[in-house]
Structures are given as structure tokens and as C-alpha cells.
């Protein structure tokens, strides 16, 4: 179940309360006149199922609220009521399967934009993963994969694709590239340093890597795994269930081939640093496709869904 906490203008609570009344789902319905002070108004409090919470939140942004006054979500971690468990029963679908589109735009919104802190960890996340490939250690190849945080900018640029928004793909797809290319720059440097100081050595780049040779070996199973990962990704995500991104985050080569081709190039090795960029490119155009059609997928999904309750509800 959800909580909704809305701030209504005293003209338009009447339409907000028969909204969420006629909306299939809700329940616990308080209105408190007066209430609210800054922006004042009145306060309006209800549950909601989780799979109803998204019809509802839109209805609330055609009405204006999140304009003229305010709207707030929180999850519900426990709810012993009756009428919510008959809320949750009415509900079309499953709340697993739930996808709050409001809430995923302004997740991927906060994750796809460019700052230091994200500059920061995608830099040492490539750092690394640059001693990792040097060292053929699978230990902090790992540790580098679930450290880079390029999931959200790939996510927001696919939630951009799927609602049509321009300016949230150019933000996405900023933050995906200058992060790449800041924390490439980095780590060449990084590396001619550790060179410098014989921590890294063109021997160990050039030594069989059993454990890493993977990174700079693109195939058909980069693809196909980048796939993969991406719509375990994106299904995290919209079901709110975001343990599963470490998984993701380890699966896919993207910081690793970020790493071994700064290296690379550092020891003027452009085969290997060409290869390792495939790699890099490989993946990030799989996980695009994936978790672009699986939110399509789940748009088209929750879209009949509804049309079913509609049309059941007319009877």
C-alpha cells in the first residue's frame, strides 16, 4: 500500500475526494479543512494500493495539485486494516508488478544527472577496476561493477525514449557519456602513474588474463547478457525492489571495458583499447534496448489492465 499526503486549494479539494472515491484501490479517505498552511489549503490523506497508485497520481497531476498544492508518497512498510486488504483485492493486478511512472521519472531524473559525487564514484569505480584487469583479479573486477553508478543514467535515458522526454535524454545521456569519458581520462592517468612508480607494467597488460581476458573479447554473449541485465535492471527498478541492481550492476562489462582500454591506451596498445571500447559499446546499447522495451512492455501491459477494470467496473 501507498500513502498519499496531498495539499489541496479549498476550491478543488471536492474534485480531489471524489477522484480518489471513484478510484479502485483506495481507502482511509481524512480531509482536514484548513489545515495546511504553507501552501495553505486543506489536507487530504489516503491509502492506496500500489497497483492503483499510479492511475491515481495521474488524475491528481490533471487536476493540478502537484501545482497549485502538493503531493507526497510514501510506502506503507506495514498496514493492519480490513479495508486495505480489501483495497489491495479490488486493485487490478498484483503490486509487484505495479509501475509507479511518477516515481520512476523523478528517480531516474535524480540518477542521470552529472555531479561530483557521480563523477567521483564512475572515477574510482574505473580506477578499480583498472588495477583489476592489470592484476587478473575477478575479485576487484566485482567490486568495481557494483561501485559504478551508470545504471541510472542508462535508465533515465531509456524511461526518456519510452515517455518522450528530450530534455531528460540529454540529461541521461550527458551524464552517461561525460562520466565515461571524465573517469577514462582519469584513470589514463592513473595508470601512467602506477607505471611511473612500477605498480603497472605493460608485461602484466599483455600476459594471458584468464580471469579478465573476457573484458576486451566482445561477443555474441556480451550482447545477449547486457540484454539480460538490462531488463533484470529495469524491472528492479519500476517493482522497487532494488537489490536486484547489485546483481545487474556485476553482470555487465561496462566500467571493466572503460578500465582496460584507459590502460590500454596509456601502454599505446590501441587493439586491446579498441576491443575493450566494443565491449564498453556493446553493452551499453544492449541494456538501452532492454530496459527500453521492457518499460514499453509494462506500459502496454498496465494499459489493458486498466481497460479491463474499466470495462468490468462499467458493468
Not at 480490513?82 to 511518477?102: S, T, Y
Not at 535524480?110 to 561530483?116: A, H
Not at 519510452?162 to 551524464?175: D, E
Not at 555474441?220 to 525492489?241: D, Q, R
Amino acid at each position: 500500500m501507498l500513502h498519499l499526503r496531498l495539499i489541496t486549494p479549498a476550491d478543488r479539494t471536492d474534485d480531489v475526494v471524489r477522484l480518489i472515491e471513484k478510484t479502485v484501490g483506495t481507502t482511509h479517505l481524512a480531509v482536514l479543512p484548513g489545515a495546511a498552511r504553507n501552501p495553505a489549503g486543506d489536507l487530504v490523506l489516503c491509502d492506496v494500493a500500489r497497483e492503483a497508485g499510479d492511475e491515481l497520481l495521474g488524475g491528481l497531476r490533471t487536476l493540478g495539485i502537484d501545482e497549485c498544492g502538493s503531493i507526497a508518497v510514501e510506502n506503507i512498510d506495514l498496514s493492519l486494516s480490513k479495508r486495505a486488504d480489501k483495497a489491495e483485492d479490488e486493485a487490478p493486478g498484483e503490486g509487484a508488478d505495479a509501475v509507479l511512472w511518477e516515481h520512476l521519472t523523478d528517480a531516474t531524473h535524480e540518477e542521470s544527472t552529472l555531479s561530483v559525487t557521480y563523477l567521483a564514484f564512475i572515477t574510482l569505480a574505473t580506477m578499480i577496476a583498472a588495477c583489476g584487469v592489470v592484476l587478473d583479479n575477478a575479485i576487484l573486477i566485482v567490486g568495481a561493477m557494483a561501485v559504478g553508478p551508470e545504471f541510472g543514467p542508462l535508465a533515465g535515458f531509456c524511461t526518456a525514449l519510452v515517455h518522450r522526454q528530450p530534455r531528460l535524454a540529454l540529461r541521461s545521456l550527458t551524464a552517461l557519456l561525460a562520466g565515461f569519458a571524465v573517469a577514462m581520462v582519469a584513470t589514463f592517468a592513473f595508470s601512467l602513474f602506477m607505471d611511473g612508480v612500477d605498480l603497472f607494467s605493460l608485461q602484466q597488460l599483455d600476459a594471458d588474463r584468464p580471469n579478465t581476458s573476457f573484458i576486451y573479447a566482445p561477443d555474441w554473449f556480451s550482447f545477449i547478457v547486457a540484454v539480460l541485465a538490462g531488463a533484470a535492471g529495469t524491472l528492479s527498478l519500476t517493482s522497487a525492489k532494488s537489490g536486484a541492481l547489485v546483481g545487474v550492476a556485476i553482470s555487465v562489462t561496462t566500467v571493466p571495458a572503460a578500465a582496460n582500454a584507459a590502460v590500454a591506451f596509456s601502454f599505446t596498445e590501441y587493439l586491446q583499447a579498441w576491443r575493450s571500447t566494443e565491449q564498453l559499446l556493446l553493452n551499453l546499447l544492449g541494456i538501452i534496448v532492454a530496459g527500453t522495451l521492457t518499460l514499453l512492455a509494462q506500459k502496454y501491459f498496465w494499459a489493458r489492465q486498466r481497460a479491463r477494470t474499466a470495462a468490468k467496473n462499467a458493468l
